[in-house]
């Protein structure tokens, strides 16, 4: 018989604690749906009180995800714990995520507090979380450094004080997965009142071992895991939700345990996070790169020709990777394009369906055959953009041999028009040269990256740019048929994004 594992997770909180991960608040919600559509048991929204774009985010997920539990990060603060459950309240099945700190290293310097202060601090916090509701997670932070009978003991006392899940953290990346699992079944074991608990495992990538420490935990007797797609997160990331899901699908026979995921859906899921963020999956990447299920060399080949389990422990499709059986183009209608979008995960409305028909049908006149990922860089461009501070409406560029690159661009502003020109090293310097006229700002040009996200030489090219303004970084990224169109794009979306999180952090301010 299997046991049931709870998938909690956490791209929107500790994912976007990643290095250029940050969502605005529509992007947040957009891919909350996503992780509802994909069967995750728990959603963790944010850090309300980070920020006030924080708060609202988590706060219009709560709202919008109906059917899986949305918890909301708070320190072991009454005014955090407050501005968390201010944030998640309207939804069905909130939860409260409090931690702190336990291991010595932890206390010592940065909490500045002794062992018995962090116990009651601890028991004190989930009280006050209780208060609000019965669905209260507590996590000890870096708790694979901490002394075990001291964990043992905070454990202890926020189960009697009401945690209904408790959460065994690998901040650092630092424990094996021997030793994780040791962990585990020694406070299944030792914490009084552990069975009125669900023990959950939380990991991060340092050494390369977040999925593996996952998975031994859960095999010892953790029943929640708390993954992020694709395994994004702070510093190396954490563990991939698709690597332990499938893990456990993929060798049932050696776990015994099962998940609500929707299988399918983790491909649909790990690409709409890439689109949202701009960086592109790796194609190496395991279960969802490129390559996963690409069979180069010649005695692969003829297994897999023979027999695809030769060579593949799980099939595309189980991920939903699917084959194309319908070409889309210029000659394809409405149902077709609709067909596809749901295949990819997408639920759009009739507005926005026709937003994006009449988008593909412009791309199609330019194009001879629309794939997937062009299917996808429209709907992203067309439905879940931001709403633009700067708007790109007219583009031209001059290059060539002998001619001085230049550019002329015009834009909305605001609302309001500008046109002006400018020259550059190239035609994307001057481009870039002119936008940053336009709109009165000079950002330094971090990154700088072209995708052909579809082959021919009519594919779409994707591009990535990185800026970076006052220490603020923002990343954007737009395709186009027109390379240097979807570089002026990908510009103004990062421009975008900067001038939003300035707005955010103004009115955080006020
Ligand atoms: C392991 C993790 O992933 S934990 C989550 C990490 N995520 C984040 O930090 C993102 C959100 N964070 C933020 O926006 C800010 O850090 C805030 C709003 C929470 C706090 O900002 P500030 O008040 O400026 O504090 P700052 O970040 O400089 O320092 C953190 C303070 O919280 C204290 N603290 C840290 N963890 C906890 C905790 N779990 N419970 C209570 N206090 C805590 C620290 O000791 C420090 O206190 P001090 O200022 O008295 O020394
Ligand atoms: C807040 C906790 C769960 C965390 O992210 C960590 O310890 O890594
Ligand atoms: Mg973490």
């Known amino acids: 018989m299997s046991e ?6 956490t791209t929107l909180r500790d994912g976007e604690q990643s290095p250029g991960a940050t969502m605005n608040r529509d992007e947040k919600v957009r891919l909350a749906r996503q992780l509802e559509i994909l069967g995750v048991d728990i959603i963790e929204a944010g850090f309300p009180a980070a920020s006030q774009g924080d708060f609202e985010a988590v706060r219009d997920i709560a709202q919008a995800v109906q059917n899986c539990q949305v918890a909301g990060l708070c320190r072991a603060l009454p005014s955090d714990i407050d501005r968390a459950w201010d944030a998640i309240k309207v939804n069905p099945q909130a939860r409260i995520h409090t931690f702190l700190a336990t291991s010595d290293i932890h206390m010592k310097y940065k909490l500045r507090k002794e062992r018995h202060e962090v116990l009651d601090m601890a028991e004190a916090a989930v009280k006050y979380a209780v208060s609000k509701t019965a669905n209260v997670e507590f996590s000890a932070e870096d708790a694979s450094r901490s002394d075990w009978a001291f964990l043992a003991q905070v454990f202890e006392r926020v189960i009697a004080a009401g945690a209904t899940t408790i959460n065994v953290p690998d901040t650092v990346g630092y424990t094996q997965p021997q030793e994780i699992a040791e962990l585990i079944k020694y406070l299944l074991e030792n914490v009084k009142g552990s069975h009125k608990a669900v023990f959950s495992v939380h990991c991060h990538n340092d050494l390369g071992l977040a999925t593996a420490n996952t998975l031994a935990a859960l095999k010892a007797g953790a029943r929640q895991a708390e993954v992020t797609l694709s395994g994004i997160g702070e510093r190396a990331g954490n563990a991939a939700l698709e690597e332990v899901v499938m893990s456990m699908d993929v060798r049932k026979d050696f776990y015994q345990l099962t998940t609500n995921v929707n299988k399918e859906q983790i491909f649909p899921s790990t690409r709409l996070l890439s689109l949202i963020i701009g960086q592109p999956i790796p194609p190496y990447k395991s279960i969802i790169g490129a390559n996963a299920f690409a069979h180069e060399s010649g005695i692969h080949q003829d297994g897999v020709l023979k027999n695809r389990q030769t060579y593949e422990i799980m099939t595309p499709e189980s991920v939903g990777r699917q084959e194309e059986d319908m070409v889309l183009g210029k000659h394809s209608g409405r149902a077709a394009f609709d067909k596809r979008l749901k295949d990819l995960g997408y639920r759009l409305d009739e507005e926005q369906l026709g937003i994006v028909f009449t988008a593909m049908k412009k791309l199609a006149d330019r194009k001879k055959e629309i794939f997937v990922e062009d299917l996808e860089a429209v709907v992203l461009d067309e439905i879940f953009r931001l709403p633009d501070k700067y708007r790109l409406e007219y583009l031209s560029a001059l290059s060539g041999n002998m001619a001085i690159p230049n550019a002329v661009v015009k834009m909305y ?31 330094k040009l971090v990154r700088y990256a072209v995708n052909a996200i579809t082959g021919g030489t009519d594919a779409q090219g994707e591009v990535t740019v990185k800026i970076e303004e006052n220490g603020k970084t923002s990343v954007g990224r737009a395709s186009d048929a027109d390379i240097i169109v979807a570089s002026a794009k990908a510009y103004l979306n990062a421009l975008n994004r900067l001038a939003k999180r300035q707005e955010d952090s103004i009115c955080a301010r006020l």
């Open 413 to 443: 502003v605001d609302g309001e028009e500008r046109i002006l020109s400018d020259f550059g090293t190239g035609p994307i310097d001057a481009v870039f040269n002119t936008i940053g006229k336009v709109v009165g700002r000079s950002p």
């Open 4 to 9: 049931r594992i709870y998938i909690f997770d």
